[in-house]
């Protein structure tokens, strides 16, 4: 069978009723998600200077206590995604997460800011892998690394507005009062989607031999996703590729204001719309260009993912040993870029690999590893290094900090590129089964 046919091979359909629809709204609600997560690191500053924490800590709010707790929930939460109605999870899901979003608001010391932090992360598990399940049974697999990046711009989305009207809020009002904000904003989100989006028939656009099945235990889930060398990959690779992301998401904030000297007002001014258009641009480009280059190799899954976190190392290193903030933000649009090519690509990928009565399963076993190394291990690693570089009396130990992440990027590139060798087999393999 040809390599692309054998990756979205499935029975021919009408466009689903409403399916631009459900996508704009699980872009929105996805969006509130990346919101909640991005002002705890556009407000670190002031928050640090309020409640007195150390730059671990912080890395421990804005990774580790929201991460783990997203990990460990993501699978339970997508086991229920595979077996119950998803519109309807991901907008209880949404709820949770916008209600302890404005706890953060009342937070006065660290312990009460990282609970806080816990109910975000638990009530966010049950969003991105339902919601992704959802869509792939609204798009056909040839449109859905696509369609996915689409839906993963609203990363970038989040951050823009996260970032932008964050800064302005707490500058205007303080930083209590944006956590109450943003929080509103994903109680509407919520309740938009339950109302507006219809629960869609699973693998309608599939295979027919794949739509029959039921879901499995988790054990016979994880053995299938194991026994398939690309997705053993996959994970490795990705999980890198977020530690490198998320470790910058997270402190180029806090690198610009303390190391460069860029004001809070230039911050929720500039940086906002710098981070959400680039991270825009690698998330949704990123599906594209794989879209486009899968259809005449599906090596295209391994290899821009793979070149565009190699090229992350040097131009990261740019931007941080720049003087200045305005030019170190400029050169930081690059590596932005770079950083998140990989994401649509990986997340639809393991779309098409995966039953589909398993999908939201499979995505969040995926999202572990995402979460975990990356969510829950970038931000922490740098802020960790960045206290023990000062207590050596090393001069800007953050700058140096975030440059451990240029040899992380590269070992990411050689894991794409290792995983290129399989992607094929696996695709043919996965269209006999489906036979």
């Known amino acids: 069978m040809d390599q692309a046919a054998a990756i979205t091979a499935a029975p021919p359909a009408a466009a689903r009723p409403g399916r631009v629809l459900a996508l704009l709204l699980l872009t929105a609600v996805g969006t509130t998600n990346f919101m909640d997560r991005q002002i705890l690191s556009v407000l670190a500053e002031p928050i640090r200077q309020d ?62 800011l990282a609970i806080a932090r816990f109910g975000v992360g638990v009530g966010e598990a049950g969003g991105t892998a339902p919601s992704l399940s959802i869509l792939a049974d609204y798009y056909p ?88 060398p690309t997705l053993r990959w996959l994970v490795v690779a990705s999980a890198l590729g977020a530690f490198v992301s998320t470790g910058m998401l997270a402190w180029i904030p806090a690198f610009l204001m303390r190391v460069q000297g860029m004001p809070l007002a230039e911050l929720a001014r500039w940086f906002g719309l710098a981070a959400g258009v680039c991270f825009g641009i690698g998330i949704a480009g990123g599906g594209a260009l794989v879209n486009w280059a899968s259809r005449h190799s599906l090596t295209a899954y391994a290899w821009v993912p793979g070149l565009s976190m190699l090229l992350t190392a040097p131009t990261l290193a740019l931007a941080l040993l720049a003087g200045d903030w305005r030019i170190s933000l400029a050169l930081m649009t690059v590596p932005m870029i770079f950083s998140t090519i990989y994401v649509a690509p990986a997340l639809a990928l393991v779309q098409n690999l995966s039953p589909v009565a398993a999908r939201a399963t499979v995505t969040a076993l995926l999202m572990l590893a995402f979460n975990i190394v990356g969510q829950g291990g970038g931000p922490v690693a740098i802020g960790m290094l960045s206290d023990l570089l000062a207590s050596q009396g090393a001069p800007d130990p953050l700058r140096f900090a975030m440059l451990a992440l240029t040899p992380t990027a590269v070992i990411a590139a050689l894991c794409y590129f290792a995983m290129s060798r399989f992607v094929v087999r696996d695709a043919e393999a996965v269209a006999r089964e489906a036979g």
């Not at 309608?204 to 053995?223: C, F, H, I």
Request: hydrophobic share 55%; with cysteine; charged share 10%.
């Open 141 to 228: 697999p040839r449109m859905r690394p696509a369609v996915i990046g689409l839906f993963t711009a609203n990363g970038p989305l989040g951050v823009f507005v996260g970032a932008t009207f964050g800064g302005w809020a707490a500058g205007q009002f303080g930083w209590r009062s944006a956590f109450l904000l943003v929080a509103a904003a994903g109680l509407l989100a919520a309740l938009c989607l339950v109302i507006f989006v219809r629960e869609p028939q699973r693998g309608a656009l599939d295979p027919a031999s794949a739509a029959r099945t039921k879901p499995a235990p988790l054990g016979a889930t994880a053995r299938v996703f194991l026994s398939r």
């Open 51 to 112: 409640l007195g924490l150390s730059d671990t800590q912080l890395g421990l709010l804005t990774g580790l206590s929201f991460a783990f707790f997203y990990a460990i929930m993501g699978v339970p939460a997508a086991m229920l995604a595979d077996r119950y109605h998803r519109v309807r999870l991901v907008g209880a899901a949404c709820f949770i997460w916008s209600l302890f979003t404005g706890a953060c608001a009342f937070a006065g010391s660290f312990l009460h």
